[in-house]
């Protein structure tokens, strides 16, 4: 593992963050002020998902080794996966995945873990795994797997494609298949399953909106007497909050005060928790602008845009090669989900405090790339 971590240290560190970071977040050059969130950037679970990985090319020399679908969500960490001779398969692999592994073949599962079916396939092919799943998404299953066993319907706050939603989905039909579950994505969804919660309303109308997120012969009538609110690890906690809220008070609407038929597990994680306060505290100094480093894809790292939106111009990049000039941003907006370009976006006054933060999924050399292009940009010399 010593080895392994000098590796995976020699890929991802950031001498100048490191330093940044001991010095309390703040940075003066010139008449540019840097302030970094004092939580952000790698995760545990995501260094021990990293870690395994690149353990997994050191144990099995001479065994092909495949990766799930992507590690983490960030592009250039999965670039390097690929770099060290791992394969790749879809994160919900085809058949044509499936016919090429076999014995001997080695599968790496990534932090957010995988679907029941997809696992249990992968074994039936005669294949190792190295199982990278995150702990913390681990409770979730085993709070879902006890609604199942209790005849409680999980009803889950996540992203209903994010990897770690579908694998929690599986757990959530509990072993014999029998569990319910229903996705939402956001407060308007719960809305919707609070008002049938509290006055009925059209099974039709609610399987035509739920049926493809929602466990196989959902019944709305029979599947929301009894349930219990879960979230994918990386949700936004106030968001959370309003839903669980929400539900639980339908449910204290239509059973007349009583809500022993709501059970809810607080399972936002621990990294993704730090990283939204420390943003929120970060939002309380003196900024003229936030930029967020991370994979497009990453749930924790678009929550943190959204939260820095809503009180100052926040962009959100891949890494440094989208501050493309002075003017220019290449950057992901998180309404129309796409890369878009835009400009005017580094203010021209004489000095400017700008904030940066990360995902749990961005390394520290991408976060310290960005502080010296942001620099150069303003004209700044940046730290050897
Ligand atoms: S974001 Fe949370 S759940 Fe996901 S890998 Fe990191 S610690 Fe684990």
Redesign the pocket.
């Known amino acids: 593992m010593l080895e392994v971590q000098a590796q995976v240290e020699s890929h991802y560190h950031s001498h100048l963050v490191n330093t940044l970071r001991a010095e309390g977040g703040t940075m003066i050059t010139g008449k540019t002020t840097i302030r970094l969130a004092k939580q952000f950037g790698f995760?545990?679970?995501?260094e021990r998902?990293i870690d395994l990985a690149y353990a997994a090319t050191k144990v099995f020399v001479g065994n092909r080794i495949f990766l799930l679908g992507e590690i983490i969500h960030n592009p250039d960490v999965n670039a390097q996966m690929q770099s060290l001779g791992i394969r790749h398969l879809h994160a919900r692999p085809t058949s044509s995945d499936f016919e090429e592994i076999g014995t001997g073949d080695i599968v790496v599962v990534p932090?957010f873990g995988a679907e029941t079916e997809t696992i249990e396939k992968i074994k039936s092919r005669g294949c190792r795994i190295v199982d990278t799943t995150?702990g913390?998404?681990m409770s979730v299953w085993k709070r879902v797997r006890q609604n199942a066993r209790e005849g409680v319907t999980s009803i889950i706050h996540g992203k209903s494609s994010h990897e770690e939603t579908l694998a929690t989905a599986s757990r959530a039909r509990g072993a014999d298949g029998s569990g319910r579950y229903l996705v939402v994505f956001d407060l308007e969804e719960a809305e919707f399953v609070s008002r049938f919660i509290e006055g009925g309303g059209d099974p039709k109308e609610f399987m035509k909106r739920f049926g493809s997120v929602s466990s196989p012969g959902f019944d709305p009538v029979r599947d929301l007497i009894r349930i219990g609110l879960a979230n994918q690890?990386?949700m936004l906690r106030s968001e959370t909050e309003a839903i669980q809220s929400r539900l639980r008070d339908a449910i204290a609407k239509r059973d007349h005060g009583d809500t022993s038929s709501f059970r809810v597990f607080d399972t936002i994680?621990?990294?993704?928790q730090e990283r939204q306060d420390s943003l929120f505290e970060l939002l309380d100094k003196t900024l003229d602008l936030l930029v967020v480093v991370g994979g497009y894809n990453s749930s924790?790292t678009t929550h943190l845009v959204e939260i820095g939106t809503q009180r100052i111009p926040s962009w959100f990049i891949r890494n440094a090669s989208c501050l493309v000039s002075k003017d220019e941003i290449r950057h992901y907006d998180i309404h129309i989900k796409q890369e878009i370009t835009s400009t005017g976006w580094l203010p021209e006054s004489s000095s400017l405090s700008i904030g940066i933060t990360a995902g749990?999924s961005c390394p520290n050399n991408l976060i310290e790339d960005a502080i010296r292009r942001i620099l150069e940009l303003r004209g700044e010399k940046p730290p050897v």
Do not use: L, W
């Open positions: 995760c545990y679970g995501v998902a932090a995150c913390d998404v690890t990386t994680c621990g990294a993704t924790n749990a």
